[in-house]
């Protein structure tokens, strides 16, 4: 395992422990189905930490998507 395997690895990690901090913006897979809870045009901004964490988390998307192309590019 190279260094820029565990750099992924670590990239991957953090985007998942990223996705789990931040919190629903829905009410969940029954509200989904039934259609309950439907604020197309509520404006619900994010402040402080979970704006925080969702910028982290784009961040981290987008580093992995580069990480990911330069990896299958060396591979191969």
Not at 24 to 37: D, F, L, V
Not at 55 to 67: E, V
Request: glycine share 14%; net charge positive; hydrophobic share 55%.
């Amino acid at each position: 395992m190279r260094w820029y395997d565990v750099l992924f690895l670590i990239v991957s990690l953090i985007i998942i422990i990223l996705s789990l901090l931040q919190g629903g913006k829905s009410s969940g897979a029954s509200g989904a189905i039934t259609g309950g809870g439907l604020n197309v045009f509520a404006k619900k901004q994010e402040r402080g930490s979970e704006k925080i964490i969702t910028w982290l988390t784009f961040g981290f998307g987008i580093i992995f998507l580069f990480m990911a192309l330069l990896l299958s590019i060396l591979s191969a």
